[in-house]
């Protein structure tokens, strides 16, 4: 079975600045992948590297079976599309959600885009009231739902999600999470997430990726991150960071300063 | 929004406009508000529209021709009720001239803007979007054009084409579009590499349709904001090149030549130079205090985030 997703040995290189040193993963059809790490270790850029957004100087990213070259084209956005980090950069401030979502219905020719901007839009949980709104009239969730929106429309069998949900307050959070799993079931998408926090991860993710310095540091099941069964020493210590701050919490104080402990901890 | 407000107010700032042309409306209501708050940019506006009404209507306005004068009865004559501004050494109506000349001005000024801002906005875009040599090729050569003095470019390409209007207005609007390029490329610059304009990238969008649609709109409004302001300097170096004799010729009732005419008399008749300079001023003025309240009303980086 070809991989949805295979990448051998990336490269990226920002200004004789080594962001990416030879990552390697393969991806199967619906599988959701996760990568994780700390701030700088290159999680982002392997994303934007897949997007084409980003300078590749190594390797091969293979979707589908094909190699993709140094220019993406048509064929590869219409299977590829991407949710970005922070809802309140990623949509046009001079464009209503309509004109948004009209765009990549007009660039790849689709017919009947009335009836696709309507379902879109539904499917998110926004409903047709929100059609003509600018981006400044909306929420920080609801801007993410019409990113999301946005990127389903082209009908992608791969979503890119770049840390979808970090910018958004934590009750939102797990409704766009809700809103994700959902439409990966309904449409067996295959995801690859970005996020560094891994309650998130183990929620969503079947296999990730720690990744540090721009390279892998080792490759797990969601089951195993769980548990606590890492091999490498940098993942061990992730774990205990993520996890450090609640017992800090523990001896002293009640469980309502835990609870509030671990609320604070997914909001990173 | 209040609830006793009129319900056209409501529906044009409704949270949940039903279509694309309410949007639109609604959008352009709020700049309207932000604008109509600003008392000068009204007297500007204002200003504005009289010059415009004053260009269309100058047949009907304008109580004598503008270019025949009675040389036997009425050379240089004090402002009265018959001639309101006088008459200059020709035996003509300032008045009449003056409402003549503003079809000129606003001819200038028009075909400047329609000529100047594209080429600039145009060339900033692009320069700043591709980035690398075409970048460095298109603002070396804006920045040849911005070396140049504006009214001595101005002045050797009107002798290279010859004096007239026609070649006066082309002639300012080469030595005015290279602020414009850097303008729009300077707004290029800090939008290219947003997420959103990623986001179309990632959609499969040409870098042209990502210019012109995407990177072009958000560029506009600081551009509409400086051509406005500047207007006043184009209205100057126009009328500067017709006092220098380079730019409308006689009997074309333009106010710099009228001004470059009338300075033999300026001690002893003063309305002669005196009433076209009033005119240059007031117009100026206006173009000013409009560009003031636009830059306010338009400013991408108010009101909205």
Not at chain 2, 204 to 232: E, N
């Amino acid at each position: 079975m070809t991989a949805a997703l295979a990448i051998d040995g990336l490269g990226v290189v920002y200004d004789h600045y080594h962001v990416l040193k030879g990552v390697s993963l393969r991806i199967e059809p619906g599988e959701s992948y996760g990568l994780v790490g700390e701030s700088g270790s290159g999680k982002s850029t392997l994303l934007r590297a897949i997007a084409g957004l980003a300078p590749v100087s190594a390797g091969t990213i293979t979707v589908d079976g094909e190699t993709l070259g140094p220019r993406r084209d048509k064929a590869f956005h219409r299977k590829v599309q991407m949710v970005f980090q922070d809802p309140y950069g990623s949509l046009h401030p001079r464009q209503t959600v309509d004109r948004l979502l009209l765009e990549p219905l007009a660039i790849h020719g689709f017919a009947n885009a009335e009836e696709r901007i309507v379902r879109a839009l539904d499917e998110v949980g926004l409903g047709s009231g929100f059609r003509f709104r600018y981006p400044h009239q909306l929420s920080g969730g609801q801007r993410q739902r019409v990113a999301i929106a946005r990127a389903l429309i082209l009908e992608p069998s791969i979503l890119l999600l770049d840390e979808p949900t970090s910018a958004l307050d934590a009750s939102v959070q797990a409704e766009v999470l809700n809103l994700l799993e959902e439409v990966r079931r309904t449409r067996s998408l295959t995801f690859l997430m970005v996020s560094h926090d891994l309650a998130i991860i183990t929620h969503l993710c079947g296999r990730l990726m720690v990744m540090h310095n721009g390279a892998e540091v080792e490759t797990l099941d969601a089951a195993s991150l769980a548990a606590g069964h890492v091999t490498q020493d940098y993942s061990r210590r992730l774990l205990a960071a993520s996890a450090g701050f609640v017992r800090t919490a523990e001896p002293a104080a009640g469980p309502t300063a835990g609870r509030f402990a671990s609320a604070g901890q997914r909001s990173i | 929004m209040s609830t006793t407000a009129q319900t056209r107010r409501e529906w044009l700032l409704s949270d949940r406009p039903q279509s694309r042309l309410q949007a639109k409306l609604g959008r352009a209501y709020v700049t309207w508000r932000r604008f109509s708050g600003n008392g000068l940019a009204l007297v500007g506006l204002g200003i504005i529209v009289a010059l415009v009404l004053v260009a269309i209507f100058a047949d009907l306005i304008a109580p004598y021709s503008p270019t025949i004068g009675d040389l036997k009865n009425a050379r240089l004559l004090p402002p009265s009720a018959t001639h309101w501004f006088g008459t200059d050494d020709l035996g003509r109506d300032i008045f009449s001239r003056i409402v003549h000349g503003s079809r000129l001005t606003l001819f200038v000024v028009i075909l400047v803007a329609v000529i100047a801002a594209p080429i600039g906005l145009l060339v900033g875009t692009v320069a700043g979007y591709a980035g690398g040599w075409i970048d460095a090729v298109l603002m070396r050569v804006t920045d040849i054009f911005l070396a140049f003095p504006k009214l001595i470019l101005a002045l050797a390409f009107v002798a290279a084409l010859g004096p007239g209007i026609e070649n006066a207005v082309i002639a300012i609007a080469i030595t005015s579009w290279p602020p414009y390029a850097r303008i729009a490329r300077a707004e290029t610059l800090t939008v290219r590499n947003s997420d959103y304009i990623a986001a179309v990238r990632l959609m499969g969008a040409s870098p042209m349709r990502i210019v012109l649609r995407h990177i072009m709109p958000l560029c506009l409004s600081s551009l509409i904001v400086r051509v406005t302001l500047d207007m006043a300097g184009i209205i100057l170096t126009a009328a500067g090149l017709g006092f220098l004799g380079l730019g409308a010729q006689p009997p074309l009732p333009e106010w710099g030549a009228m001004i470059a005419s009338g300075r033999r008399f300026i001690l002893d008749q003063w309305w002669v130079a005196g009433m076209p300079g009033i005119a240059i001023l007031v117009v100026s003025l206006g173009f000013n205090l409009l560009g003031d309240g636009l830059r306010d009303a338009l400013d991408p980086r108010s009101g909205e985030q």
